[in-house]
């Protein structure tokens, strides 16, 4: 695992998409595993000006995301589908037949989990996983104490979440309670992990996951067992960590 303090969230992001491009650059037809949520924001900008001004192409491009809300319609501006196609899959030359974003609103929920899992498995699986994380050390919806092997399925979203997320709705009793969500075991079979992480309301989260043991009470702390991770955060994010990291990934890797 790797980890990078980078000095603002603009360097945070721009390291981020420069290591996806790269990625999309060597694999046209790479799969992309995508993340929502405030965080991964700067790195969907950046990708969209590498397409408009460096010719970018995604056209053969495959994507799935981690997550949605159940009982959100896509057109709900809230859902995770309407995030991605406004700060991403519209801006880009992407097929959206080659977006993948749970549907919320399937009637038979673990016949619809089960089929994600083997659409994952058809395009030959992730090779770059995005992720951002949870206050309280979620990635993708899978809140403390889940399996650290599950699989996509439906999820009841922790209260700290629900408040979390309050912030994106009108009142914080339209904040969903359910979601679908990739599993931690669906996550780790990615190729590769970048997890972002920035602002001051991280660096609990992110000590825990970078210093301390790998527990299910800390989901993100399972990115410590794989093979190719590598966590990228701003200084705030990053403030309580104790011991001295990178501002740049080893040149191998790049
Ligand atoms: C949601 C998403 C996660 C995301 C988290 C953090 O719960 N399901 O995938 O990492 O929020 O969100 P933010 O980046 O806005 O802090």
Redesign the pocket.
């Known amino acids: 695992m790797e980890v990078i303090v980078k000095n603002s969230y603009e360097e945070m992001s721009k390291l981020a998409a420069e290591m996806i491009a790269k990625i999309v650059r060597s694999k046209p037809n790479a799969v992309l595993g995508l ?5 991964p924001i700067g790195t969907y900008k950046e990708l969209i000006r590498m397409h408009k001004e460096e010719k970018l192409d995604f056209s053969n491009v495959t994507t799935f995301n ?2 949605e809300y159940v009982a959100l319609p896509p057109t709900h501006d809230q859902s995770y589908r309407y995030f991605m196609n406004d700060n991403l899959f519209n801006h880009i030359n992407i097929d959206k037949k080659k977006t993948h974003v749970p549907d919320g609103m399937a009637k038979d929920i673990p016949a619809f989990c089960k089929w994600y899992e083997e659409q994952i498995l058809k395009a030959g699986g992730i090779d770059v996983q995005l ?4 206050g309280n050390g ?4 899978n809140e403390p104490g889940s399996s650290l092997g599950s699989r996509t399925r439906v999820k009841t979203l922790d209260e700290k ?1 629900i408040k ?2 309050a912030r994106f709705f009108k009142t914080i009793d339209e904040v969903p309670k359910y ?1 679908i969500t990739m599993g931690i075991g669906t996550i780790m079979e990615a190729r590769s992990l970048i997890l972002l992480a920035n602002k001051e309301n991280k660096a609990d989260a992110i000590l825990k996951t970078v210093e301390g043991p790998i527990t299910a009470m800390v989901p993100a702390t399972i990115v410590q067992l794989h093979p190719k991770a590598t966590i990228i955060t701003d200084k705030a994010a990053s403030s309580k960590l104790t011991r001295e990291y990178a501002e740049e990934p080893s040149v191998l890797k790049r």
Do not use: P
């Open positions: 993340a929502t949520g405030s965080t981690l997550d992720l951002g994380i949870g979620h990635i993708a919806f979440t979390d997320n979601a």
